[in-house]
């Protein structure tokens, strides 16, 4: 079962939190979602980035970001000179939330008791990688990582100190871009995004 908060030890590594999650039943979302999808990435790495929760395609697979939103983001990190070999990337909840529409299944928001219940897993994760830059990606990964509600369009693009001492960087979600409706706005916001991800990287210099 899964342990309380306080038992996720503080000298636990990636791949206990990894085996310890997998049985997650900490909210309801375990029993619908086919997997816990634990974060992923370099161990070592001094850049995180923190999504939101895996969607249909990582639910499905068994990674963070692999889905649509998961190849925009790619395609931006290196644009922006990073590289998904070198970074840590997860999520704020750790269970796909969905309701079923005929064949499909619909993405719905996680609530503040979902996000409350696996907050304990970040935490951990965060913990053992130490990074020095953590991006979060839309407003539930900055709520997560901050422990607030956050408006992500006064926040984005600038480093907000953490407890830790270490750097916080907040954007947009990669799905944010792929709902803009046209053209024009999709190619300025996913520039805006690019130059997001670019100065987080420049941290780490
Ligand atoms: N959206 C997220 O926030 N995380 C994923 O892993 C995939 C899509």
Redesign the pocket.
């Known amino acids: 079962l899964h342990p309380v908060a306080s038992e996720i030890g503080s000298s636990a590594s990636l791949a206990s939190l990894r085996g310890q999650a997998i049985d997650c039943q900490m909210c309801d979302l375990c029993g619908p979602a086919t997997r816990t999808?634990s974060g992923e990435g370099n161990p070592e790495a001094s850049i995180i980035f923190v999504?939101?929760?895996?969607?249909d395609?990582?639910d499905l697979q068994g990674?963070?970001?692999?889905?649509p939103?998961?190849q925009l983001?790619d395609r931006a990190l290196k644009e922006a000179g990073g590289n998904r070999a070198e970074a840590w990337?997860?999520?704020?909840v750790k269970h796909f939330k969905f309701v079923p529409r005929g064949k499909r299944r619909i993405?719905q928001k996680p609530d503040s008791t979902e996000m409350a219940a696996c907050a304990p897993w970040l935490a951990a994760e965060r913990k053992v990688l130490s990074p020095k830059v953590t991006v979060m990606?839309?407003v539930?990964?900055a709520s997560a990582v901050l422990g607030r509600h956050v408006t992500v369009s006064r926040e984005r693009s600038r480093h907000i100190p953490l407890e830790d001492g270490s750097i916080g960087l907040v954007t947009v979600?990669?799905?944010y871009l792929l709902r803009l409706p046209d053209e024009e706005s999709k190619t300025r916001e996913y520039t805006k995004f690019v130059t997001d991800l670019r100065m987080a990287i420049s941290t780490l210099a």
């Open positions: 999808v999504g939101e929760q895996p969607g395609q990582e990674r963070p970001f692999v889905g939103a998961g983001f990337i997860t999520n704020a993405h990606l839309g539930t990964g979600h990669p799905s």
